[in-house]
């Protein structure tokens, strides 16, 4: 049987009416739920949800880090709660889909933006005293994103949703490419999944400011998520896009957001397949919606950004892209990122 959430709901006003949702046997029979909140919007989330969850324990999760997650995790055994509520913005819902883990309960995640597709991945990125890490993790049981709440939010975060869904497109080109060249086991379930959610929204003219789009992007980063949940890994949603993310990650800390650096990460990988068709619907679509295209729109230099490309391939040991096909040198790393540079700078 194909996994998938119990619901998906995308609309206004989803937040005040958790109550109707939660009263579902398949999520709790005996309403022993408890609800997690991020510190930013954590009071106004609070008493948003009061009239519809009377008692319900509400926890603070202070940042979206392991030790936050587990420390969730232990006052959620204390509590023999049946089931967690996450609601908050991707660090709060990575925190509450661990922790749940560690309790062994089900969780439901309510997303108050877009900026990624961990609403519903199977997939916890969490920071460490080493960086950030990836932990896997059941998949909500339920998904919720309430549209009044993405309006509110910096429009930086919902935009950057637009360039980690599109990134999907060079991620499946690595897959595909690893099938051919390794022979790795391709899901074409999973490959559609992942190109149908970029499709939906790269040729899409409306901006953040539509109820129409917001739902078009929600439920494709929904999508991206399930894809993952059919792969068994991140493979449809993560290619050398994101190896090139993760690399900026760890060698300059707090450059940019994961959406943002995935757009420029599909775009460059795009550019080494000498894909021009391709290449000019992502740069298009990236800057339609005000993205960031080049190494310089983030503030990194074409040297910090060649550091970059040859790390990425250590962030994701085995795993078959254009970066480790192409085995580009340092100095050839470094004439390329020239050349996309003034290929795609305006």
Same mark, same amino acid.
């Given at each position: 049987?194909?996994p998938a ?5 995308v609309?206004?006003g989803a937040?005040a ?12 029979t005996?309403g022993?739920?408890?609800v ?6 954590g009071?106004?989330?609070a ?6 969850l +009377?008692?319900?324990? *509400?926890?603070?999760v202070?940042?979206g $880090?392991v &030790?936050?997650?587990v420390?969730?995790g @232990?006052d !959620? ?5 049946e ?11 990575d925190?509450?889909k661990y922790?749940?883990s560690?309790? +062994?309960?089900?969780? *439901?995640?309510v997303?108050?933006?877009? $900026?990624h &597709?961990?609403?519903c991945s199977?997939? @916890?990125? !969490? ?10 993790v059941?998949?909500?049981l339920?998904?919720?994103v309430?549209?009044d ?8 975060? *919902?935009r ?17 490419l ?13 490959c ?5 959610a ?10 953040i400011?539509?109820d129409?789009?917001?739902t ?13 949940v059919?792969?068994?890994s991140?493979?449809?949603?993560s290619g ?5 993310l993760?690399a900026v990650?760890q060698l300059?800390?707090?450059?940019s957001?994961h959406?943002?650096l995935?757009?420029?990460g ?6 080494l397949?000498e ?24 503030g ?5 950004f060649?550091?970059?490309?040859m ?11 254009i970066?480790?096909h192409?085995?580009l040198?340092e ?9 996309y540079?003034?290929?795609v700078?305006?």
């Amino acid at each position: 049987m194909l996994p998938a959430p119990l619901t998906m709901e995308v609309r206004r006003g989803a937040i005040a009416q958790l109550g109707s949702l939660l009263a579902d046997n398949r999520v709790a029979t005996s309403g022993r739920v408890a609800v997690a909140v991020g510190a930013g919007q954590g009071d106004r989330i609070a008493s948003v949800i009061a009239p519809s969850l +009377g008692e319900a324990q *509400v926890f603070r999760v202070a940042d979206g $880090s392991v &030790d936050a997650a587990v420390t969730l995790g @232990a006052d !959620l055994r204390k509590g023999a709660y049946e089931a967690l509520v996450g609601i908050g913005g991707g660090k709060t819902i990575d925190a509450t889909k661990y922790a749940a883990s560690l309790a +062994g309960i089900p969780m *439901v995640a309510v997303a108050t933006n877009l $900026s990624h &597709d961990g609403i519903c991945s199977p997939v @916890a990125s !969490l920071t460490h005293e080493s960086g950030k890490g990836s932990f896997g993790v059941p998949m909500p049981l339920a998904i919720v994103v309430d549209l009044d709440f993405v309006h509110d939010a910096p429009p930086s975060l *919902v935009r950057s949703g637009v360039g980690d869904v599109v990134s999907n497109l060079s991620a499946i080109e690595d897959w595909q490419l690893g099938n051919t060249e390794r022979g790795e086991p391709i899901d074409g379930l999973a490959c559609s999944m992942a190109r149908t959610a970029a499709e939906a929204v790269i040729g899409r003219r409306d901006s953040i400011e539509s109820d129409a789009f917001l739902t078009v992007l929600a439920e494709a980063l929904i999508l991206s998520g399930m894809s993952m949940v059919i792969a068994g890994s991140s493979r449809p949603s993560s290619g050398g896009d994101h190896e090139i993310l993760h690399a900026v990650d760890q060698l300059f800390p707090g450059t940019s957001n994961h959406g943002e650096l995935a757009g420029i990460g599909a775009a460059f990988c795009f550019f080494l397949r000498e894909d021009g068709r391709r290449l000019n619907q992502v740069v298009d679509c990236l800057r339609r919606h005000e993205l960031p295209v080049t190494p310089g729109d983030v503030g990194l230099t074409a040297d910090q950004f060649t550091a970059a490309v040859m790390l990425a391939p250590s962030t994701r040991p085995g795993r078959y892209t254009i970066l480790e096909h192409l085995r580009l040198s340092e100095s050839e790393i470094r004439d390329r990122v020239e050349d996309y540079v003034r290929a795609v700078g305006r």
